[in-house]
C-alpha cells in the first residue's frame, strides 16, 4: 500500500496516520475541523487536504453512527479505491451502509483493538495498536482485494489482523470493552458523593479502576448507543452478580447466627475468586505483531 487518506484525525485516526507516515505511505488527512487536521499533519501524521487522485484505502476514523454517511461522502468523492473504519461497532454501521446505497464491495470494517482516555490528535502515539489485535468484518459482498489492503492496514501499524463476523465482534466487546467503562463511570460517579476527606485517602487502585472514566462522554454516548442491546446483557448479568454481593454484604453486617454468616461470607469469597479466575483470562499483552494473517481470511466466515 502506497497511500492512504484518514478521515477523522482524532486519537485514533492521528495514530494511524502516523504509524503509517512511519512506514512511508503517504497519508492525507481529512477532518470536519481543518484545526484538528494541521495539528496532526504538524505531528508529522501526514498531508492536511484531499489527494489529487484516488488513494489505495481511506480510513474512516469517525464513530459509529458517522461511518455510513462518511462512507457515502468519500465513495461518492472516489477519496480512495477501498474504504475500511476504525468504528468500535460493526454491525450497526453496516446496516447503515447498506441502507444508505453504499458500495460494500469496496468496504470492509476494521476495529483496532487499541486506544486512550485521553482524546484529540495530540493524544496520539504511534505505536498505540502494536501487538494489539485489529478486528476486520468483511460481508459477503466485500471484494478480495479490500480485504487484502485493510490487512495490510493492521500490519502496517504493528497490529494482529483478525477477522469476525459483524454481531460476534459486537458481543466480544460489550465484554471486554463497552460495559467495563460504563462500570467504570458509574463507579466514578459514586465520589461525586465524596466528602473530601474521604477522596484524600484514595490510592492507585481507584485511579486503575476509573480511568476509563475519563473517556469523552459525547463518543461513549454513541458507542454504547450503537450497540445497546449486547452492552445490556453484560450487565444485567453483572447486575444479579452486584446484588447477591450487596445481599451477602448486608448479612454479614446483620447476621449474628454462624450458619448464616458462613453462607454469606462463602458467597462473598467465591465472587472474589471468580474474580481472580475471571481476570486470569485475560491474554497478555503482545508487544510484536502476530504471523501474517493472509490465510486466515479465506477460512474464517465472511457473513454479517
Not at 446484588?243 to 461470607?265: C, I, K, M, N, S
Request: charged share 20%; hydrophobic share 45%.
Amino acid at each position: 500500500m502506497r497511500s492512504a487518506a484518514v478521515v477523522g484525525t482524532g486519537l485514533i485516526g492521528t495514530s494511524i496516520a502516523l504509524a503509517l507516515r512511519g512506514r512511508g505511505v503517504t497519508t492525507y488527512l481529512i477532518d470536519t475541523n481543518p484545526e484538528a487536521a494541521r495539528i496532526a499533519a504538524d505531528l508529522g501524521a501526514g498531508i492536511a487536504g484531499r489527494p489529487r487522485v484516488p488513494v489505495d484505502l481511506a480510513v474512516l476514523a469517525v464513530p459509529p453512527q458517522h461511518v455510513a454517511a462518511a462512507l457515502k461522502e468519500h465513495q461518492s468523492q472516489d477519496l480512495a479505491h477501498d474504504f475500511t473504519d476504525a468504528a468500535s461497532v460493526k454491525e450497526l454501521p453496516q446496516r447503515q451502509a447498506a441502507r444508505a446505497g453504499c458500495d460494500l464491495t469496496r468496504f470492509v470494517g476494521g476495529h483496532p483493538m487499541g486506544g486512550r482516555e485521553q482524546s484529540g490528535p495530540l493524544a496520539a502515539k504511534d505505536d498505540l495498536f502494536q501487538g494489539r489485535p485489529w478486528v476486520l468484518t468483511p460481508s459477503p459482498e466485500t471484494r478480495v482485494q479490500a480485504v487484502e489492503r485493510a490487512r495490510r492496514l493492521a500490519e502496517l501499524c504493528g497490529a494482529r489482523p483478525v477477522v469476525m463476523a459483524h454481531a460476534e465482534h459486537d458481543r466480544a466487546v460489550a465484554l471486554t470493552s463497552h460495559a467495563p467503562h460504563l462500570v467504570s463511570s458509574l463507579l466514578a460517579a459514586r465520589l461525586l458523593h465524596g466528602e473530601q476527606t474521604q477522596l484524600g485517602l484514595a490510592g492507585q487502585g481507584l485511579q486503575d479502576v476509573t480511568r476509563l472514566a475519563a473517556g469523552s462522554a459525547e463518543l461513549w454516548t454513541d458507542i454504547l448507543g450503537s450497540n445497546a442491546v449486547a452492552v445490556a446483557d453484560v450487565l444485567a448479568e453483572f447486575a444479579l452478580d452486584l446484588h447477591q454481593v450487596v445481599d451477602a454484604l448486608r448479612g454479614l453486617g446483620t447476621v449474628r447466627e454462624p450458619e448464616q454468616r458462613r453462607a454469606h461470607t462463602e458467597l462473598l469469597s467465591t465472587a472474589l475468586v471468580r474474580g481472580i479466575q475471571g481476570r486470569a483470562r485475560i491474554p497478555a499483552r503482545s508487544t510484536t505483531p502476530g504471523p501474517n494473517m493472509s490465510t486466515a481470511f479465506a477460512a474464517a466466515p465472511r457473513g454479517a
